[in-house]
């Protein structure tokens, strides 16, 4: 018997990328958020029938609202629509926003790997761009994201 496939996305997402580094984002990225925005752009692009299709394994697994990465899961048949739909949002609430695949893989296990070493990375540059200036809480905050990202499974 063979198992569903699925394709896994890691996207970093970049809100109104024409406004200053520090100032505080005017909408916080949930998983909720990305989601709608996606499954939106999924139907305005390819209808109902399309997001039909995309919602059966369609699923946004983990989010950090600190270094705007996140993990998308889809079926292996409808991976190119979504990347396609992500690729043609505008706009996450009322925020413009773009997204940029990172990586693209077919196990959750190399999925998980990726998101790691990008989080890591996304987290140093964060504070190279706040100063140095990072308190105890969002370290604390970022462990717990890394942790949850090492116990996501299908």
């Known amino acids: 018997m063979v198992g569903f496939k699925n394709r896994y996305m890691v996207l970093e997402i970049f809100l109104d990328p024409n406004k200053d580094l520090m100032v505080d984002d005017p909408v916080i990225v949930t998983q909720f958020n990305v989601s709608k925005a996606i499954k939106d752009?999924?139907?305005v692009n390819f209808g109902e029938c399309g997001l039909a299709?995309?919602?059966?394994?369609?699923?946004?697994?983990?989010?950090?609202?600190?270094?705007?990465?996140?993990?998308?899961?889809?079926?292996?048949e409808d991976y190119q629509k979504v990347w396609c739909a992500i690729t043609m949002v505008s706009s996450i609430g009322n925020c413009p926003a773009l997204f940029n695949l990172?990586?693209?893989?077919?196990?959750?296990?190399a999925c998980r790997k990726a998101t790691l070493s990008c989080e890591e990375a996304k987290f140093e540059q964060y504070k190279l761009a706040k100063g140095g200036q990072v308190t105890d809480?969002?370290?604390?905050?970022?462990?717990?994201?890394?942790?949850?990202?090492?116990?996501?499974e299908h």
């Open 41 to 43: 752009s999924i139907l």
């Open 53 to 76: 299709s995309s919602l059966g394994s369609f699923q946004v697994k983990y989010v950090n609202p600190i270094t705007k990465l996140c993990m998308v899961r889809t079926s292996r």
């Open 102 to 109: 990172l990586d693209l893989s077919g196990s959750i296990k």
């Open 137 to 152: 809480e969002l370290n604390r905050q970022m462990q717990n994201f890394l942790e949850r990202i090492k116990v996501l």
